[in-house]
């Protein structure tokens, strides 16, 4: 234990003080998920990357000013080269107590390989994703993956001593006959389960209208099965839980589409070119990188980063319609991550 006290939060116009930065290490991943990416995707040239130490310097900055949760997504996070080494520099602050949790979100492909180090650098609990249970459709959705690698990552990481929290996509026609196994499957092992509806981000080959699921509708189809009861349990995200009776496991929905919950929204993201969303849904943006390379001293960045969360808008607009092909946000989810 420590007796550090953290710094005071930033606060946006609309009063919600931002304790959460997620952080996307790479826009390159080892799968090709039909939702979040189109097959022939072109990725950011390397040299366009900040470095691992100017990633630990712009987190730092962020922990600085109040952050309290970190969590480091992509793409896929652990498919950047060398990237333990920044788990390993940003675990100090976990030290110091100046950060509460350093986690990250990952499709379980590299797991094996990184769990016990991962726990070794103080990370607790970690988000896979994983929307099926079935082989051949997890390599229809993935279009690349490997689902037995993907389990055999899962139980490393609880062999580690790290929580698990699945995050399912919810998918018309594709995993919709599945989602109650999945939860059996989850609770069974002590894991909880989050389903999130599809968001209209990138341009993809399929149709979201067919893709999109609304979780009233696989709530309403788990009452068959579950009893439900509403919980208040948070994890700092926009997740909403349940606990089963028969289980007694968690359920979470994210619902971006069918219920708005930009009110409570506490996170910022930055991509791997320094560049900083205010909203997942939104464009406007702040270049981190031109003044985080300008000067060796941070009070530039600082500044910048000041202006930014004061431009955070109020929330999102995700519609998803038969007649609106565009999407609503032109980057894909793998620019700023999960
Ligand atoms: N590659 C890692 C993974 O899959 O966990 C981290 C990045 S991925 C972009 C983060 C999360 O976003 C995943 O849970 C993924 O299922 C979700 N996701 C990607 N595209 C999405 C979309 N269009 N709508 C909703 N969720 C999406
Ligand atoms: Fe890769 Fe994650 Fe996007 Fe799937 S959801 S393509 S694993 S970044």
Same mark, same amino acid.
């Given at each position: 234990m420590n007796d550090f006290t953290p710094a005071p939060a930033m606060i946006d116009p609309f009063g919600r003080s931002i304790?959460?930065?997620?952080?996307?290490?790479?826009?390159?991943?080892d799968f090709r998920c039909v939702y979040c990416?189109?097959?022939?995707?072109?990725?950011?040239?390397?040299?366009?990357?900040?470095?691992?130490?100017?990633?630990?310097?712009?987190?730092t900055v962020f922990v600085d000013k109040g952050v309290q949760k970190l969590r480091i997504t992509g793409g896929e996070p652990l498919v950047r080269r060398d990237i333990m080494t920044l788990f390993r520099s940003l675990s100090r602050h976990l030290v110091s107590g100046r950060l509460e949790?350093?986690?990250?979100?990952?499709?379980?492909?590299?797991?094996?390989?990184?769990?016990s180090e991962l726990a070794d650098c103080g990370i607790r609990r970690i988000n896979v994703s994983l929307d099926t249970l079935d082989a051949a459709k997890f390599r229809k959705i993935t279009r690349w993956g490997d689902l037995d690698k993907v389990l055999a990552g899962i139980d490393a990481a609880q062999a580690a001593g790290i929580a698990v929290? *699945?995050? %399912?996509?919810? &998918?018309?026609?594709?995993?919709? $006959?599945?989602?109650?196994?999945?939860?059996?499957w989850s609770h069974d092992r002590g894991i909880d389960i989050t389903f999130i509806e599809v968001m209209p981000m990138g341009d993809i080959e399929p149709d979201r209208f067919d893709q999109y699921w609304p979780?009233?509708? *696989?709530? %309403?189809?788990? &009452?068959?099965?579950?009893?439900? $009861?509403?919980?208040?349990?948070?994890?700092?995200?926009?997740?909403?839980?349940?606990?089963v009776r028969e289980t007694g496991g968690r359920i979470g929905f994210i619902t971006p589409m069918t219920h708005n919950f930009c009110e409570s929204c506490n996170r910022v993201r930055?991509?791997?070119?320094?560049?900083?969303?205010?909203?997942l849904g939104q464009d406007d943006a702040a270049d981190l990188r031109s003044p985080l390379r300008a000067s060796a001293n941070n009070d530039a960045l600082s500044r910048a980063i000041d202006a930014a969360i004061l431009?955070?808008?109020?929330?999102?607009?995700?519609?998803?319609?038969?007649t609106t092909q565009r999407p609503a946000v032109a980057r894909h989810m793998s620019v700023t991550g999960g």
């Open positions: 304790s959460y930065l997620r952080v996307s290490v790479t826009d390159r991943c990416m189109s097959e022939n995707m072109s990725f950011l040239p390397k040299q366009d990357l900040l470095t691992l130490e100017e990633l630990d310097r712009l987190c949790e350093l986690t990250l979100t990952t499709n379980g492909s590299q797991l094996g390989k990184y769990a929290k *699945l995050n %399912a996509v919810a &998918l018309k026609g594709v995993n919709e $006959d599945e989602v109650e196994d999945m939860i059996r979780l009233s509708h *696989l709530r %309403a189809r788990l &009452l068959d099965q579950f009893t439900l $009861d509403d919980i208040d349990y948070r994890t700092g995200g926009p997740a909403r839980y349940v606990s930055i991509t791997c070119t320094g560049t900083l969303y205010m909203c431009r955070k808008p109020k929330g999102h607009d995700f519609v998803i319609e038969r």
